[in-house]
């Protein structure tokens, strides 16, 4: 099911003037949004995980035969189309503006060889052919390429450790990455410099992350704000920028987050706050403009998609075209450097669905300024934690941003 919605412009006409100007004002917008189901493989679930510049998506959808398949669009989300036709299993992770694809799929093993391992893999431009990575373990995916095809990817051995990989161009010659404070860091994003950026901890303490120099060498941990007790990065641009959530208390149910985002090479650190009203947010992607998205919410009802661009946010679930679509439980995951957003969520029939969400050059922007929620003392946000139901909620949000 595709569905598309525009909000459209305001035509002059020779009403009078202060009906134009009414027009004008009420819409807040010269130029269309538009929010698009990608549809499917055939089955009732897909998930988008990745657009490039060109605006081609990758991401894994059921096919009708219930298997899990990569998928891959052309330009423009159009024409959802099978990775690998004649593989069982696979998943895309991620996209470069070449349309090579990196991400895991599933390699039968002879009957005796024991259980069969995912392996990464990466393909060659627009998604054509399919090199196996071979990084080791018992399974491994690739999780991030940049334009040069290098591969940032993590790898999970038998003996239940784990390692996170680099590449060189193509995704040739697999690196080990050294582990930091004696923790093996979970990747989450590479840029054209090979610069990383990932995190390292679990749910129940603080947690730390880091970013790299040029090939992901020399890594050194994200400095926090003055007050805060952990750091999570989700995302870097080409210049550097980290994002992701800062965390202000961390217990061992949960944490309350603002997102934030960082200067060049990941220093200088600014908290986002979230959307009027909401008291938590992170963000998970940027492009090079430094437009970042991300989720503002207060409880497991109020989750709200926003964009923060041109000096504050925009409440992306407010819009008409979203609020039209009858579309539910969205969660957004990407964005590329001409303002195209890809995620998945409910929609009308029940199913999950990748969508694109985009706007125009030409759209005028209105967004809150920036709001900082206040942080609440330990005891007094613990008894909101629990009048709210929140932990659990937002675990599994910030669990579901970085697989």
Known sequence: MNFQSKCLKPKISF???????????????????????????????SKASAINDSGQIVGQSLNAAGETKAFFTQPDGIGITDLFPSISTSYAQDINNAGQVTGAYYLPTLPGQGESPFHAFVTGANGQGIVDLDAGGKLNSGLSINDAGQVLGRIFSIDGSTSTFITGADGKDVHILDTFKDKSIIPTGINEDGQIVGWAGDWS???????????????????????????????????GQAVGAVDFLTNSEGSLSHAFLTGVDGNNMMDLGALKGDTSSFAVGINDIGEVIGHSTTNLDDNRLFLYSHGGMTDLSALDVVTGSGWRDLFIVDINNHGQMVGFGTNKEGGTEAFLLSYTADTVFDPQPIYIPPVPEPETYMMLLAGLGFIGWFVRRRRSAVH
Do not use: C, H, Q
Request: hydrophobic share 40%; proline share 3%.
């Open 15 to 45: 009403k009078p003037l202060f009906l134009i100007i009414f027009s004008f004002f009420s819409t807040g917008l010269y130029a269309d949004w538009s929010f698009i189901g990608l549809g499917s493989l055939g089955g009732n679930y």
């Open 205 to 239: 303490m603080p947690k730390f992350s880091v970013i790299t120099g040029s090939n992901g060498m020399d890594m050194r941990e994200i400095k926090g704000l003055s007050n805060s007790d952990g750091v999570t990065a989700f995302g870097i641009n080409n210049a």
